[in-house]
Nanobody, 114 residues
Framework: QVQLVESGGGLVQPGGSLRLSCAAS????????MGWYRQAPGKQRELVAA???????NYADSVKGRFTISRDNAKNTVYLQMNSLEPEATAVYYC????????WGQGTQVTVSS
């Protein structure tokens, strides 16, 4: 059983930055992919960014050039650096880890507002 603990959410003004962290523990299998998803009120959960254990990354078109995902395999931790935040980024951000199945974190709220 994998436990995911997210941190780093909060309130930020438009144009500001936040860094999310997600630490995984308890896995007896290699975590192949770690990623961040978000769900805004009334909308479906969507992929923000993902990174493989080998360092390959994938981003949603809406965040390319502004968000950066990175991973520390030794710590089983994934980070999401979010720059130039816009109000449309307001959502609950969830961390996901994939071994032979998916595991989800509890979510962290990101609010972009003046």
């Amino acid at each position: 059983q994998v436990q995911l603990v997210e941190s780093g959410g909060g309130l930020v003004q438009p144009g500001g930055s936040l860094r999310l962290s997600c630490a995984a523990s308890g896995s007896n299998f290699s975590i192949n992919v770690m990623g961040w998803y978000r769900q805004a009120p009334g909308k479906q959960r969507e992929l923000v960014a993902a990174v493989t254990s080998g360092g390959s990354t994938n981003y949603a078109d809406s965040v390319k050039g502004r968000f950066t995902i990175s991973r520390d395999n030794a710590k089983n931790t994934v980070y999401l650096q979010m720059n130039s935040l816009e109000p449309e980024a307001t959502a609950v951000y969830y961390c996901k880890a994939h071994t032979y199945r998916d595991y989800w974190g509890q979510g962290t709220q990101v609010t972009v507002s003046s």
